[in-house]
């Protein structure tokens, strides 16, 4: 057998662990894949619509409410940054998971309607609520 015929088939295996790399990392979710350097975990979130605005509640424990940001990308989505008080270990989510710390929340988030501009932002507990006007 040649050469050839090894580095074909190491580069075949390196070819399927990234995609299982992938898969695992887009199973996972709560771990933006671009983010696990900076130690970034995706806080939940839920969205709501009434006639007037749209309600984006986000979950953030062990935040400092001194370093949230909120951010309106565009008419159609919203980012919010938030470092955590002390960093929280993967080991507490879940011990499968890789063992890492993190130092931060982030989420971009896709709103379900077009909006015009944030109109007030409140901090209850571990409870981040964002209004946004809509379009009418």
Same mark, same amino acid.
């Given at each position: +057998?040649?050469?050839?015929?090894?580095?074909?088939? =190491?580069?075949?295996?390196?070819?399927?662990?990234?995609?299982?790399?992938d898969?695992?990392? @887009?199973?996972? &979710?709560?771990?933006?894949?671009?983010?696990? /350097?900076e130690?970034?975990?995706?806080?939940?979130t839920? =969205?709501?619509?009434t #006639?007037?605005?749209i309600?984006?509640?986000? /979950? +953030?424990? $062990?935040? /400092?409410? @001194?370093?949230?940001?909120?951010?309106?990308i565009?008419?159609?989505?919203?980012?919010?940054?938030?470092?955590?008080?002390?960093?929280?270990?993967?080991? =507490?989510i /879940?011990?499968?998971y890789? *063992?890492?710390? $993190?130092?931060?929340?982030k989420? @971009?988030?896709?709103? #379900?309607?077009?909006v *015009?501009?944030?109109i007030r932002? !409140? +901090?209850? &507990?571990? =409870?981040?609520?964002?209004?946004?006007?809509?379009? !009418?």
């Amino acid at each position: +057998m040649s050469w050839d015929f090894y580095e074909e088939f =190491i580069k075949e295996i390196r070819r399927k662990l990234k995609e299982l790399e992938d898969e695992v990392s @887009n199973t996972l &979710g709560i771990f933006p894949k671009d983010d696990l /350097d900076e130690a970034v975990i995706e806080p939940l979130t839920s =969205i709501r619509e009434t #006639p007037d605005c749209i309600i984006v509640s986000v /979950d +953030m424990p $062990f935040v /400092d409410p @001194n370093t949230v940001e909120v951010k309106l990308i565009d008419s159609s989505s919203l980012q919010i940054i938030a470092h955590i008080k002390e960093d929280i270990s993967s080991s =507490i989510i /879940d011990s499968t998971y890789p *063992k890492m710390t $993190f130092k931060k929340y982030k989420k @971009n988030i896709k709103l #379900p309607v077009k909006v *015009k501009k944030i109109i007030r932002i !409140s +901090m209850r &507990g571990e =409870i981040l609520a964002v209004y946004l006007s809509k379009y !009418s």
